[in-house]
């Protein structure tokens, strides 16, 4: 094999070879650069004039872990835990040279190395858990042996990496480099080594800080207790933590067995198919088909926020977390002042829980400006509307706009449920305008949703795209519509669960069944959060609906105590026997005789229009791909990651069933359940949304 074609280099200088890994994007560990590395190891370890060998990695980064596209499929050539074998059993001292990231089995690469050294900038992480495994080379046995096992558990099963200082300091580096010198320091690094003629160490040999499990036996169940709120439903973190155990009570061969066995087991389980398919699909979402890297952007210095309300200082939070200056723009005084008060507030609780510092606090401040008049956007190169939900006020606002904006500026809405095309309309610029919808809390939810609308130009979606991901957001591309992906799914499901307590069922039920399924929360519990009052008003309110009627009994929610449900000071919900009543008149009123409404009943009821919704969405080309939902549901409305977005799971659950399913309640419920032409053609030909393409128009 030719240097060019193979995916490692190697060179040697003085005592030392150098082997790099050379495969873009992220050296990860492929069956090809598997047997490259075997073999380089192998010819270092022949060659008598070699002494040491320092691994290291070309491009941004050390290793980003094993390839991910070979999950699933037949393993080829040797494995990584043989791999690893070789390295750590190599009679010639090897030294990782990592930069950027080391990541799963990039960090177990170098976990089983004789040494570490790292750049300052540098990170080291086993993110496994968040594909839904467990580490699969080692990791759970020899990170615990070198940083102590309370540390290995809480990596390991957080699967957030650590830098370089904070890995330096817990034993994990043996040093740490010049930031731009990192293969001659490692080099010299390892001519010491040589020089001071020790032998190799290697981690499997260690076992005093294993010893941390013996002196607290309750370590693990400690553990355990301490996160069951958050490993809920998850199977993997549970892995994690018996393969760490077992790397305390096991010798390490035993413990590396396990740890296979348990890699082997989650691997091929549906929660770990469901949480690749996530990691894939926000990448994914990044790909416009009529866009590449080549599409121009128009370069944004400054952004303009229009409305400082509970939308509006979330969404300049964003930009000012990024470095970007923002000018926010009230309509009245009192408005502003509260919004820029609450901007503070916001920081300086996060300062307080010590994720920034008070300088960090300042600068962030600094950068925003505030204003009462349109017109001191001139300067912007984008601008978001976050204005009241009300299509004249959005109309007149982007009419002056146009009249104040620099003719280059982007103009932008967080409409939730308006017609961009309409708002774009009223500008002479239609081009430049376009949805950018936010999720509240905007400064903490993942998603974006980027309304393409009718006339918007490629340049400003492709700037929009690169915008989100620079302030850290998943931008979807969406198309316009009623409530566009998410909220127009979720609108199936409210409507839904608004008929089911009427049929026989309480919110509690509802709230319970979506919460199981593994929601944060169910649709009650939800409108309670967000407000019952939202887009209701007591002069048109028709006393009708047990919505209408909460409202009128001032249960708007938990801002004011109750809603669905009764709040104490705390915030915690109990069922109410008012609101029990409320319900139970509403369905008499409108002759409805209660039932017994099964779980199985609720979710189904609840989820699958909400599928049904998202074929019909697919088909009218609102969403680019299947997966591209998925992403909306699982960063903006915290569907469950091990269960992939709504739907991957309808493909799990069969498109048959769930067709059958959708039929049998239009025979009792009528026309809401009428099943999409796309729904019914893939289920007819047993295919699913995963294999779906709409360019290619069918099922692939
Ligand atoms: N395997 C295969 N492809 C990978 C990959 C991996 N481990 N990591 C990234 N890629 C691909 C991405 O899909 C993307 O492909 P695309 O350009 O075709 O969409 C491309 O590499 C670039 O990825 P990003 O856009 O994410 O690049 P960033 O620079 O933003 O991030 C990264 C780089 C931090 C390394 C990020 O890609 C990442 O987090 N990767 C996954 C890391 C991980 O989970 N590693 C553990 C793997 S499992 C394992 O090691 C099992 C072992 O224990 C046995
Ligand atoms: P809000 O009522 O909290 O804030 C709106 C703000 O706009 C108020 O502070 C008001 O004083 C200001 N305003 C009104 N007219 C103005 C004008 N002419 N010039 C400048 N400021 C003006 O409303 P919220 O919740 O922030 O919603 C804003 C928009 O975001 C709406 O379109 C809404 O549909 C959308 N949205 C809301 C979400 C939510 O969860 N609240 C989620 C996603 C989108």
Redesign the pocket.
Known sequence: MSDQNTPTRMRVEGRVAVVTLTAPPVNALSSTLRESLRERIGQAGQDAGIGAIVLTGAGRLFCGGADITEFGKAPQGIGLGELLAIVETSNKPIVAAIHGQALGGGLELALACHHRVATPSAKLGLPEVKLGIVPGAGGTQRLPRIVGPEKALEMITSGQPVSAKAAHAMGLLDALTAEDALVSDVVAFAEDVLAAGRTSPRIRDRNDRLAEARENPNLFKDFRDANTKKFRGFEAPEGCIRCVEAACTLPFDEGLAFERETFLRLVAGAQSVAQRHVFFAEREAAKIPDMSGDTPTLPITRVGV???????GGIAMNFLNAGIPVTI????PE?LE??LETIRRNYDNTARKGRISAADVETRMGLLSDGLD?AALAECDLII?????DLD??R??FSRLDAVAKPSAILA??????DVDVIAGMTGRPEHVLGL????P?NVMRLLEVVRGEKTDTRVLATAMQLGRRIGKVAVVVGVCHGFVGNRMLAERQREANGLILEGALPQDVDRVIQEFGLPMGPFAMSDL?GLD?GWSAQTSKGESVRDILCERDRRGQKTGRGFYDYDETRKATPSAEVEAVIREVSQRQGLTRRAVSDQEILERCLYPMVNEGAKILEEGKALRASDIDTVWVNGYGWPVYRGGPMHWADTVGLGTILERMRAFRAEHGDAFNPSALLERLAAEDGGFSGYDRRAGQAA
Request: proline share 0%; hydrophobic share 50%; charged share 15%.
């Open positions: 229009v409305g400082a309300g509970t939308m509006g723009v009230e309509a009245k408005a509260r919004g349109l509307e976050a204005v009241f939900e006020l959005k007149a606002v809405t967080n409409t939730s449920y308006l919808h936010f999720f509240s905007a967000a939202i």
